[in-house]
């Protein structure tokens, strides 16, 4: 069974940086997989903001966070980043991480992976303030 652990949330004014990651465990599939980040405030649905198809290299960013925030892999430690930068209020909920080896690196691009995730974090929260 696969977890996800997040980490890396936390408070920050805005213009600030913030890296979050997400340890995967019990990965038997080699074969590479799409993981996501998605943010979620309340009374919103949860957007995937950035994905990366590991071993791969294939990236996805929303438009909203392009240029800002980065997405990466460390294969070695089963863990995945994401570099926040230039952080808005707007930036503010929690942030989740998701595994699925389903997916083809076409649908981690795309973003269009998004309601298929079959493994989900407990989520880290990021606060930015203005």
């Known amino acids: 069974q696969v977890k996800l652990v997040e980490s890396g949330g936390g408070s920050v004014e805005a213009g600030g940086s913030l890296t979050l990651s997400c340890a995967a465990s019990?990965?038997?599939?080699?074969?590479?997989?799409?993981m996501g980040w998605f943010r979620q405030t309340p009374g919103k649905e949860r957007e995937e903001v950035a994905a990366i198809f590991t071993g791969r290299g294939t990236l996805y960013y929303d438009e909203s966070v392009k240029g800002r925030f980065t997405i990466s892999e460390d294969n070695a430690k089963n863990t995945i980043y994401l570099q926040m930068d230039t952080l808005k209020a707007e930036d503010t909920a929690m942030y989740y991480c998701?595994?699925?080896?389903?997916?083809?690196?076409?649908?981690?691009?795309?973003?269009?992976?998004?309601?298929?995730?079959?493994?989900w974090g407990q989520g880290t929260r990021v606060t930015v303030s203005s």
């Open positions: 019990g990965v038997t599939y080699s074969g590479g997989a799409c």
């Open positions: 998701a595994y699925d080896y389903h997916a083809l690196p076409r649908d981690c691009r795309t973003g269009s992976w998004s309601n298929e995730y079959s493994h």
